[in-house]
């Protein structure tokens, strides 16, 4: 499990995002932060798509980043072509085997899928690219016939195949059964694509790397196509508890907010208030009960620790279920000096108000501040 690669696809499935425009500068400028950010591999929109995101591949090859550019194209000569002439070092391929894709979407059978794609592998190789070879709708097609294309496009010699969830509807059970037979029969790498319309990409990209995947496809916030795919800071979130030394070693997790708000900015959107790590409340503790536990060993209440990712705990003190020890440990960051006696005395002064109407920091602080200076100050 720990010891996965990141194929980071905000510049090809993120830009399958409702709001997304990506002018070549901002591409370059993610581009730039996922490879400081330490991505395996960087995937690009198929250079067929525009005149001008065949440029944008190009530009990007070219900026000798320590990660892998990768285009995805469809499985087609053409294709092909075009994808090796921007100068990625790798090309993944795409065709739809689900019995949906074969009849509403391209019409072609398997034999006729498997044969075009021992071409085009024998084309990329002599082009000395890496090869991935990937299903669309991968859990909505036929198993034997899956499991014998996949054989026959290991055998032809590509360097991973993939397998994805493209209408979200998979289960980590689905997964890890899928991907446990796939690693029986192909000796490549095997990469998984999880779409979220269920909520289950980053569970079942867990699931994917339990049962021996060994890389990844994710994208920043998880933007794509519909509400998107697994997203890279949530799937950081998992694997870090899961995997400490390796996540932590190789990924630069202090710069995951600045990425996320990068690509956030680039996409108008914001952070959501619930994300893993970098939502506004992800490390705000605020039940009496968990702030005492949390004063005293951070672990208590939290499985990852926010400093890991340059980021810090909160303690909210300002509401009707606050406690004195979280009071307390305001009142000494405030600087102010009072007895045990005196905090309890001001938290229920405290609770008071909050009982009436919302309480802000700034609101809570004052409250501090004028008991100090007519119960301490004053009073003696
Ligand atoms: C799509 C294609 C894809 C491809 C995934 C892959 C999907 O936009 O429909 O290449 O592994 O979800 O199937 O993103
Ligand atoms: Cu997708």
Redesign the pocket.
Known sequence: VGNFKIIE?TL??GE?FANAFFDTETKVKIAKALDSFGVDFIELTSPVASEQSFKDCKTICSLGLKAKILT?VRCNMEDAKAAVATGVDGV???I?TSSFLREFSHGKSMAYIQKTAIEVIEYLKGEGVQI?F?????FRSDLVDLLSLYKAVDAAGVQRV??????GGATPRMVYDLVRTLRGVVHCDI???F?DDTGCAVANAHAALEAGATHI?TSVLGI??RNG?TPLGAFMARMVVTAPEYVKSKYNLKELKSLETLVADAVQINIPFNNPVTGFCAFTHKAGIHAKAILNNPSTYEIINPEDFGLSRYVSISSRITGWNAVKSRVDQLGLKMSDEQVKEVTAKIKQLADIRPLAIDDTDSILRSFHAEQVEGGT
């Not at 993939?162 to 209408?167: N, W």
């Open positions: 696809s090809r499935e399958q995805h993944d391929l795409v739809g991935r990937s299903s669309e709708d991968s993939g397998i994805a969830d493209t209408v990469e998984t694509h779409h496809d794509g196509e795919i």
